[in-house]
């Protein structure tokens, strides 16, 4: 495992399940991100560290849960049929090749009760409404703010002046002022180069791309 670690850092700069200095592990939701994009530097990288017969099995298990996972995570009305026969396929492949590893539960939740969830409790859309990463991202503002630019004469006038800067965050005034992203690969303004939304970037799609457009019904961007 650490040999491989030490592989995939050096030819991709990913740091995999490694720990960290805040006391969990590197393997974030950036992270997996990357791991699952349509850059192929990582799944090569995979690759060739196994069999050559396990290859295709394992770039297909790639394309398949990394269309699951956008379709899971965004907000486009999806193909709830499709969607449960892909990942039932997937669940099959995984048990069917490799049959001495463990399937975890989170990876089983989401094969196998990810279709029932979207269909039964969010009317056949994404779940990117019910995403804590907002939440989450803003862990390291409440640290910031409650060390830095808060009064710390009382618990409550402390909270209250994180509460006001977390707040301020979203005013408008503020958000017309932030930095407009712009693609250098087509020119347009509100992505930039790697986001699945560039439209010189979709002039070629993907095998991952092609399945996510069969399972969504709002193709217009990649979440």
């Known amino acids: ?11 991709t700069g990913l740091k995999v399940d490694q720990p960290n200095s805040s006391g969990g592990t590197t393997s974030t939701g950036n992270v997996a991100r ?13 690759l060739s560290t196994v069999a050559i017969k396990y290859r295709p099995i394992l770039s297909k298990i790639h394309t398949q849960l990394s269309a699951i996972l956008r379709v899971f995570n965004s907000s486009h009305k999806v193909n709830t049929l499709e969607l449960g026969k892909l990942c039932k396929d997937t669940y099959l492949v995984i048990l069917d090749s490799f049959p001495w590893a463990s399937m975890t539960p ?4 989401l094969l196998a ?32 703010y409650r060390e830095n630019l808060a009064r710390k004469v009382s618990f409550e006038t402390n909270i209250m002046d ?24 087509c020119g347009q303004s509100g992505h930039t180069t790697r986001s699945k939304c560039c439209n010189a970037m979709n002039n070629q799609k993907t095998s991952m791309q092609t399945l ?3 399972l969504t019904s709002n193709t217009n961007c990649l979440s």
């Open 1 to 11: 495992m650490k040999f491989l670690q030490t592989f995939i850092q050096e030819k």
């Open 106 to 109: 989170t990876l089983h939740k």
């Open 162 to 185: 994180i509460f006001v800067r977390l707040t301020s965050q979203s005013d408008p005034t503020l958000v017309n002022h932030r930095r407009i992203l712009t693609c250098e690969r």
């Open 113 to 144: 009760h990810s279709e029932e969830l979207i269909r039964e409790s969010n009317s056949s859309y994404g779940l990117k409404a019910f995403s804590e990463e907002g939440t989450e991202s803003c862990n390291k503002l409440v640290r910031k």
């Open 34 to 46: 990357r791991a699952f994009s349509d850059e192929t530097e990582y799944l090569e990288c995979i």
């Open 212 to 214: 996510f457009t069969t």
